[in-house]
């Protein structure tokens, strides 16, 4: 685990992934002197690492080998805090994959009522077409009879 804390920027970062708007008001002061950082290193995960306080100003660095400073404070809070804010963000993102998501399928459902509504029109227009040509045949049928009647009658006349 890598812990770094930056009281001033209100800023956790935990295993490289940073959060910041983090009240960390509760690190107190050592010895009259401000922190700027904690640096923190545990590589097995197991509670047992290294570290530094480092001060505003030029004051020497504390090294820490557990996390906090006997009798002074446990940092092990930045982590709850982080983790607080880690939590807000994956509820945040799960939130918008679930709104996502389901426009996305609102869109489906808009676009398949669509596409069916295309269908039966084009069904409707199809059986009218149908309808109309099969309407016009006859119709046509009986304009060559009536062309055929009217030559018919022109040849008597002559």
């Known amino acids: 685990m890598k812990l770094t804390i930056i009281p001033s920027d209100k800023t956790v970062y935990y295993n490289y992934v940073a959060y910041g ?12 002197k401000q922190i700027h950082a904690v640096q923190w290193l545990d590589e ?5 690492g290294e570290g530094e306080v480092e001060f505003v100003g030029n004051h020497q660095n504390l090294p820490i080998t557990t996390l906090g400073i006997e009798g002074v404070c446990i940092f092990n809070k930045a982590i709850e805090q982080w983790q607080e804010k880690k939590d807000e963000e994956d509820a945040l ?3 918008q994959l679930e709104d996502a998501a389901a426009l996305k399928k609102q869109i489906e459902e808009e676009a398949q009522a669509q596409f069916l ?8 227009n199809t059986i009218e077409y149908s309808e109309l040509s099969e309407g016009e ?9 009536d062309l ?3 030559i018919e009658e022109l ?3 002559i």
């Open 137 to 145: 045949s006859v119709d046509e049928n009986d304009e060559e009879e």
């Open 44 to 48: 097995d995960d197991d509670g047992v």
């Open 21 to 32: 708007d983090i009240d960390l008001s509760w690190i107190p002061e050592v010895e009259g």
């Open 93 to 95: 993102i799960q939130k």
């Open 148 to 150: 055929y009647y009217d």
């Open 117 to 124: 509504r295309e269908q039966f029109e084009f069904r409707q």
């Open 155 to 157: 040849l008597k006349e």
